[in-house]
């Protein structure tokens, strides 16, 4: 089947803003989502965004969302050093009810 | 709430061995998910329940895995016989709707 996508990595200094992008397989998805993984833990559950929304905002993260582009992007705004850790993109396909993850991007942030 | 709990965190087995992976999912849940995790496949579903009723397993590996979900608060993952390529952090996830996907901390299987 088609997979999330996403790039594997991306480096920023701290303070700057980070912008992790995906793209996901299927335009009919309700719910889209972005999880967090820090080493040697479990995922921990940052945002989602329902399909009918453009945009979502929560404190210092933002996702946008272009349905006809299958496009999900999270930025990250003033980011800390304690932000390092993999980001995962997924996705609820209408024909199902499990998570559909990409592979993750490896954010790194330096001082 | 004490979220979902895995056990054990870590497991160190022989090739050939038996292995049980245990996850007590949220009360209330009504979906409950497990989850492989290695470097060169990423995030895979092996079989998630509904109501204790397995509804997809097209991602259980082949007939060494089983999983069982006797009842609402206890799921199990078996290996028989446990191979080297099992080796892999396994994750049990547990939702009551699509805005809810909570992971338990993830069992590290080490297959030698």
């Known amino acids: 089947g088609e997979d999330v996508e996403q790039s594997l990595f991306l480096s920023v200094r701290e303070g700057d803003s980070s912008v992790i992008n995906c793209t996901y397989t299927?335009?009919?998805?309700?719910?889209l989502y972005w999880y967090k993984q820090e080493p040697g833990a479990g995922l921990q559950l940052l945002t989602y965004?329902?399909?009918?929304?453009d945009m979502k905002q929560d404190q210092r993260l933002t996702v946008l969302l272009n349905k006809k582009d299958k496009h999900l992007s999270l930025r990250i705004a003033d980011t800390q050093t304690g932000d390092s850790a993999i980001y995962f993109c997924?996705?609820?396909?209408?024909?199902?009810?499990?998570?559909?993850f990409g592979k993750g991007t490896s954010l790194l942030v330096t001082p | 709430d004490a979220g979902v709990i895995q056990s054990p965190r870590h497991e160190v087995t022989e090739m050939g061995q038996e292995v049980t992976l245990r996850c007590k999912p949220i009360?209330?849940?009504?979906?409950l998910f497990w989850y492989r995790q290695t470097m060169m496949r990423g995030l895979e579903l092996l079989i998630y329940?509904?109501?204790?009723?397995?509804?997809?397993d097209s991602g259980m590996p082949e007939d060494r895995f089983s999983a069982k979900m006797p009842n609402a608060s206890f799921s199990t993952l078996k290996i028989q016989p446990s191979e080297p390529r099992d080796s892999a952090v396994y994750f049990c996830?547990?939702?009551?709707?699509?805005?809810?996907?909570?992971f338990g901390s993830g069992t590290r299987l080490t297959v030698v």
């Open positions: 996830a547990s939702s009551l709707d699509s805005r809810g996907y909570t």
């Open positions: 299927d335009s009919s998805s309700t719910y």
């Open positions: 965004i329902f399909s009918n929304m």
């Open positions: 997924a996705e609820v396909p209408p024909s199902g009810y499990a998570l559909n």
């Open positions: 009360s209330g849940h009504d979906y």
């Open positions: 329940f509904n109501n204790n009723v397995p509804i997809d």
